[in-house]
């Protein structure tokens, strides 16, 4: 079936993107899939129905079942033991049965996991070839792109997380620039099959024009939304003119290869994953990564400001409660 796309190994992917980014006015949006997050922490979709929440849906309903696999094809007929992401959203609406539960798990994914090597070498691409690399369009929930800028770049993103911020999407800018598909872990985030059927119109009308004369590179994502693919169909073919790469080792579902086979999309497979990919990219690009001076010199600024304190509350001249109290805090700056 993939026979029709052409493959590349990852080592002449960045080689070759690297020689596109010389050439003036070039630029390319990532779109980042749940396997990016994977050496971050967070489970991948397959993982989560079939070790978490099936077994969890089993318990509510039916706990003698001891053949969870049997049980499971009785309630999804769909299912696949080989691929179980694709009953993802069928799991959710039975498993919570109101959004706020399914919000509430998410947040709680989300919550504990710090950015990857992949994340951190991604930032610091964004924030060195700002006018190149600066759109990342995502069906995560999780914050880990724009928690890797804050925490190792000095790049401020913008994050559209929200169909109501949509009018925020603006191929011009050249700051980082983050569009969640799907919503955002706070924000109702969509799981359900009927969540993620259809994006919103403003949504997938701004993705459209940001699209219009960039490069699409193809990250950890599965490909089996519907409300991804409709999107991507709409696109009108002038559109994407410095390429699609899909970047993966798996092959791409039937409908999502169609659409590749279209664009005549680039297969970067030969092993690899997220994290490696970036490094291989960030060498190609002599991206500087953070050091222990990046966080040397966070630590050094901060101690001047509590310095600062400190110095402002000694020169009081008054001996009242507050500048007591005030003195016998600033003890605490000094550790």
Same mark, same amino acid.
Do not use: M, W
């Given at each position: 079936m993939?026979?029709?796309?052409?493959?590349?190994?990852?080592?002449?992917?960045?080689?070759?993107?690297?020689?596109?980014s010389e050439q003036a006015d070039n630029r390319f949006a990532f779109f980042l899939g749940a396997g990016c997050s994977i050496s971050s922490g967070i489970p991948s979709a397959g993982e989560l129905v079939e070790q978490h929440w099936?077994?969890?849906?089993?318990?509510?309903?039916?706990?003698?079942?001891?053949?969870?696999?049997?049980w499971t094809r009785e309630l999804f007929p769909d299912y696949d033991p080989a691929n179980p992401a694709l009953i993802y959203g069928q799991v959710v609406e039975k498993l919570f049965l109101h959004p706020e539960e399914a919000q509430r798990e998410i947040e709680r994914l989300c919550s504990g996991p710090f950015p990857g090597f992949g994340y951190v070498g991604l930032a610091s691409l964004m924030a060195h070839y700002a006018?190149?690399?600066?759109?990342?369009?995502?069906?995560?929930? !999780?914050?880990?792109?724009?928690?890797? #800028?804050? &925490?190792?770049?000095?790049?401020?993103?913008? /994050?559209?997380g929200h169909e109501?911020?949509?009018?925020?999407?603006?191929?011009?800018?050249?700051?980082?620039l983050i569009?969640?598909?799907?919503?955002?872990?706070?924000?109702?985030?969509?799981?359900?099959?009927?969540?993620?059927?259809?994006?919103?119109?403003?949504?997938?009308q701004q993705v459209r024009v940001l699209l219009h004369d960039r490069g699409l590179i193809f990250m950890g994502y599965g490909g089996h939304d519907a409300s991804i693919k409709a999107m991507l169909d709409g696109l009108p073919p002038e559109a994407l003119p410095l390429g699609v790469y899909w970047c993966s080792d798996e092959e791409p579902p039937a409908g999502m290869i169609d659409w590749l086979r279209s664009r005549n999309a680039i297969w970067g497979? !030969?092993?690899?994953?997220?994290?490696? #990919?970036? &490094?291989?990219?960030?060498?190609?690009?002599? /991206?500087?990564?953070?050091?222990r001076k990046t966080f040397d010199d966070l630590c050094d600024r901060y101690r001047a400001s509590c310095a600062h304190v400190r110095e402002v509350i000694a020169q009081a001249k008054d001996?009242?409660?507050t500048t007591r109290a005030l003195g016998e805090a600033a003890k605490s700056l000094e550790r």
């Open positions: 993939s026979d029709a796309l052409r493959t590349i190994s990852p080592v002449e992917f960045a080689r070759r993107l690297r020689g596109l099936l077994p969890q849906l089993r318990d509510l309903r039916a706990p003698e079942r001891q053949d969870i696999a049997a006018g190149l690399f600066n759109v990342v369009l995502t069906t995560n929930f !999780d914050d880990l792109v724009q928690e890797a #800028l804050y &925490l190792f770049t000095k790049a401020r993103p913008l /994050v559209v109501a911020l949509a009018h925020f999407i603006r191929p011009t800018r050249t700051r980082p569009v969640k598909l799907h919503g955002d872990q706070r924000l109702a985030p969509k799981n359900s099959d009927e969540e993620t059927r259809k994006l919103k119109h403003d949504i997938e497979t !030969d092993g690899g994953d997220f994290d490696t #990919l970036l &490094l291989l990219l960030c060498d190609a690009f002599a /991206v500087e990564l953070p050091t001996d009242s409660p």
